[in-house]
């Protein structure tokens, strides 16, 4: 199975970059199966029911979030209505939405997708990261209920994020962190034969902060007294993700590397299939 992760979108040039390439990547590269990372979309802030749908009509079989996920107050009341929008896992029971799915692929292989955040540097604090790994994968393991597993980590340390693809490893198919928006060069296959990345980086202008308009998070570092609203870069988008080959047999990850296509960052891998 051909799997492909794109990293958070974020504001209109990023998502406007996912729904004007996402199509033809999914045919040339003859995708099995997308997630993007959305929760970024709607000016740098959470998403829309309409980015939502936008996304998924380009190719997205998924829809994954973070912490923005409910910038947009909209998504408290769109979110159960979609089965492949998720929100992190680990939020209090009784939160609108769902934190993981099980989604055909366009081979037919049945797809566990799972959105968890973690916990150090981030907020708000939600429940335990690990516990509800083991209760999502308790209810759907790989190799039985689902013929491959793809885990979402939206967190900040690195350390954390590495603890959790070790915690998951040979038991998921693909772990791959998201929020830092800064792609990682970790890449690998781990031991159990989890493709493994700590950060896919961001779909977005990459002459900025973090997809945001620099200028103003500099003024915040030199100056420490805030100017204005942060606002996302409007500049040509980077895209970049993980693509990921899993076996049909083993459900485990055979082929890991690094997707960019943009103007700024080097490094991508048109060549990977």
């Known amino acids: 199975m051909r799997f492909l992760f794109l990293g958070d979108m974020v504001g209109r040039t990023g998502r406007t970059a996912v729904r004007e390439?996402?199509?033809?990547?999914?045919?040339?590269?003859?995708?099995?199966f997308v997630v993007v990372?959305?929760?970024n979309a709607a000016g740098g802030f959470g998403i829309t029911e309409e980015i939502f749908e936008e996304?998924?009509?380009?190719?997205?079989?998924?829809v994954t979030t973070g912490?923005?996920?409910?910038?947009q107050r909209e998504a408290l009341s769109f979110a159960p209505r979609h089965d492949r929008f998720l929100r992190p896992a680990n939020y209090p029971k009784g939160t609108p939405g769902r934190g993981s799915c099980l989604v055909e692929a366009r081979n037919g292989a049945r797809v566990l997708v799972a959105n968890v955040m973690g916990r150090v540097f981030m907020h708000p604090e939600l429940d335990d990261p690990f516990r509800a790994a083991e209760d999502v994968l308790a209810a759907c393991p790989l190799g039985e209920q689902a013929d491959a597993v793809i885990f979402d980590f939206h967190a900040e340390a690195t350390s954390e994020k590495q603890c959790f693809g070790h915690f998951l490893d040979g038991r998921a198919s693909v772990v791959v962190g998201t929020h830092t928006h800064v792609p990682t060069?970790?890449?690998q296959i781990l031991p159990g034969g989890t493709a493994y990345q700590s950060d896919a980086g961001m779909c977005g202008d990459y002459d900025s902060s973090l997809g945001m308009d620099k200028e103003e998070p500099i003024n915040r570092f030199v100056t420490k007294v805030p100017r204005g609203r942060f606002e996302a870069a409007a500049g040509p988008a980077t895209i970049c993700g993980l693509a990921v080959e899993v076996s049909d047999r083993t459900g485990l990850a055979e082929k890991v590397g690094t997707v960019r296509i943009g103007p700024r960052l080097e490094g991508s891998v048109p060549g990977f299939w």
Do not use: I, K, S
């Open 21 to 32: 390439r996402l199509p033809g990547l999914v045919a040339d590269w003859r995708l099995d």
């Open 55 to 62: 996304t998924c009509a380009a190719g997205a079989d998924v």
């Open 37 to 39: 990372n959305g929760e």
């Open 67 to 71: 912490n923005h996920v409910f910038d």
């Open 185 to 187: 060069a970790d890449h």
